[in-house]
């Protein structure tokens, strides 16, 4: 028979939690962690049968405590605490982020491994005191540019 479709012909779909904001890691598919169900469907997209639970799926960062996020750094600290990505995405990803740094030359190498801390935030909404001189830049900037010694310090603001 021409133009006969099986009935066994179906698809499987992710349904991914809302808190899952596919802008925040651009080309990357959520992980399993992320995706609560999949959902049987017809070739012409049509639920097709029961949906199939994700034992491995973990709820989102906000429902787990942890603060609505307000740009890319806030969700990217979010999605490594809430274990929906690991620490090397994490790293990886805030590099291309823009960030606001607190330059000075006061800041004193640490005792522990005698790196200089550099306070660094997600958004002008998480600096937590006065600064007098912030600069907007991205990571990977700022470690090519900065003292070999410099070590960023991410500040969360709560």
């Known amino acids: 028979m021409a133009g006969h479709v099986p009935e066994t012909a179906y ?8 808190e899952w904001d596919y802008s925040v ?3 990357q598919e ?5 995706i609560l169900r999949w959902e049987r469907v017809s070739i012409d997209r049509l639920p097709n049968g029961p ?3 994700n034992p491995a ?12 996020p307000l740009n890319r750094v806030d969700a990217l600290v979010n999605y490594v605490n809430g274990r929906w990505i690991s620490r090397r995405t994490f790293v990886q990803q805030l590099l291309d982020c823009e960030v606001f740094v607190h330059l000075s ?4 190498p640490s005792s522990i491994n005698g790196a200089i801390p550099l306070p ?5 909404d998480r600096v937590s005191e006065p600064f007098p001189r912030l600069v907007r830049t991205q990571l ?6 900065a003292h070999a010694r410099t070590e960023p310090v991410l500040n969360y603001g709560h």
């Open 57 to 68: 799926y973990t709820e989102g960062p906000v429902w787990q405590g942890y603060p609505y």
């Open 105 to 108: 030359e006061t800041y004193r």
């Open 11 to 18: 698809e499987e779909i992710p349904v991914v939690d809302s």
């Open 140 to 145: 990977k900037v700022l470690r090519r540019d």
């Open 51 to 53: 949906s199939r639970p």
């Open 25 to 27: 890691l651009p080309g």
């Open 120 to 124: 660094v935030f997600g958004s002008l």
């Open 30 to 34: 959520p992980p399993e962690q992320a």
